[in-house]
């Protein structure tokens, strides 16, 4: 049954990167799914209301270190990190543990910074959209490529 759950996380997470890469939004039935996958397992769990429990505070602590990046981003009048990043982020501490998730960001936040300075050099495909300025680059698949170990 795990295996089952898994591989259903990964085919909506795969999905919903590649959704965010070509329109730059992901909508929010992605991060509730991805959740929802999780459910099985927690309900099976020993004592199932204590697991939904941790679960939800893996979830909550998954998702701060980019909640607090948008929140002061947004201070400074800047706009650069979406809701649904952080609405994923959550799901998946809510699936895989808080420490899991905050993983997933930093290593696809490192992973971002080296592929967007190579296409510093030359950037053969069009910019996405403008918000605020500025490009919005998809960080949902570089999440993606570092849930991938």
């Known amino acids: 049954m795990v295996a089952i759950c898994t591989l259903?996380?990964?085919?909506?997470?795969?999905?919903?990167?590649?959704?965010?890469?070509?329109?730059?939004?992901?909508?929010?039935?992605?991060?509730?799914?991805?959740?929802?996958?999780?459910?099985?397992?927690?309900?099976t769990h020993t004592r199932p209301l204590m697991a939904v429990c941790v679960a939800m505070v893996n979830a909550s602590l998954g998702a701060l270190p980019l909640l607090l990046s948008a929140i002061l981003t947004r201070q400074r009048g800047r706009y650069q990190l979406g809701g649904a990043d952080i609405k994923v982020t959550a799901a998946l501490g809510f699936c895989c543990g808080a420490t899991?998730?905050?993983?997933?960001?930093?290593?696809?936040?490192?992973?971002?910074?080296?592929?967007s300075l190579i296409r510093e050099i030359g950037d053969p495909r069009p910019e996405i959209s403008r918000r605020a300025g500025g490009k919005i680059i998809p960080f949902l698949p570089y999440i993606l490529i570092a849930s991938l170990r």
């Not at 085919?11 to 996958?37: C, E, K, N, W």
């Not at 899991?100 to 592929?115: H, K, R, S, T």
């Open 8 to 43: 259903i996380q990964l085919l909506i997470f795969i999905h919903a990167a590649h959704h965010d890469a070509y329109t730059g939004q992901v909508p929010d039935r992605y991060s509730l799914m991805i959740a929802a996958t999780a459910l099985p397992l927690l309900i």
């Open 100 to 115: 899991e998730a905050m993983w997933f960001v930093m290593v696809g936040g490192l992973a971002l910074c080296g592929i």
